[in-house]
């Protein structure tokens, strides 16, 4: 009797369309791509798309999948199992499983819910929040086609150096 019983579970199990492990975009997905990647990826930011919404993810899917798993994005040339840095931006294992696992199961959105607001940006594109001094070097021409590497001396207005 117990072992018919054992063997009624597995068949419900094995016929759930899918298991609570799954990752959702939300909140799973989304809180990993909004502290991992919106960052660069949002309007005025470095990265050449916004990955700021559920829709741009999505449309995105096949690339973020493959940039997360081969680990070219995050960007983060440090190799972190050697040595840790302060603001380091590193996916788990984990996190990198969660999405390439959420993009092959197509995508599920989740518990509307739970999703997380996208993080809020400067126009800009600074990451800071606040802006304390600002200053602005005279205009310059590149010279060349090739990368340019160049020093501009800026007075600095400080006293001494703040801590
Ligand atoms: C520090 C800024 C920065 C962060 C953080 C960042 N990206 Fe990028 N991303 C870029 C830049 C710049 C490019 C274009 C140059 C390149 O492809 O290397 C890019 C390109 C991409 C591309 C285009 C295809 C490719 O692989 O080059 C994808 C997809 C992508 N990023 C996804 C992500 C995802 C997903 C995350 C978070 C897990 C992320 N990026 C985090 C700056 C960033």
Redesign the pocket.
């Known amino acids: 009797m117990r072992f018919q019983n054992a063997i009624g579970l597995g068949l419900i199990l094995a016929a759930a369309p899918c298991s609570a492990q799954d990752p959702v975009w939300s909140p799973d997905v989304a809180n990993i ?1 909004y502290d ?2 919106a ?3 949002h309007q005025g930011g ?3 798309f916004s ?1 700021m919404s559920n829709a741009d993810v999505v449309a ?1 899917g096949i ?2 999948a ?3 798993q081969t680990r ?4 983060w040339p440090a190799d972190p199992n050697y040595r840790h840095f302060a603001h380091e ?1 590193v ?1 788990t294992q984990g996190e990198i499983d969660a999405v390439v696992d959420w993009v092959n199961f197509g995508a599920p959105f989740g518990d509307p819910l739970l999703e997380p607001d996208p993080p809020v940006f400067l126009p800009g594109g600074s990451l800071l929040d606040t802006i304390d001094f600002q200053v602005a070097i005279p205009p310059y021409t590149l010279q060349y086609n090739t990368d340019e590497y160049r020093w501009f001396v800026i007075e600095n207005p400080f006293p001494r150096p703040s801590m």
């Open positions: 791509i991992h990647c960052s660069c990826h470095i990265g050449p990955l995105n690339v973020v493959e940039a997360v070219h994005m995050p960007p931006n996916l």
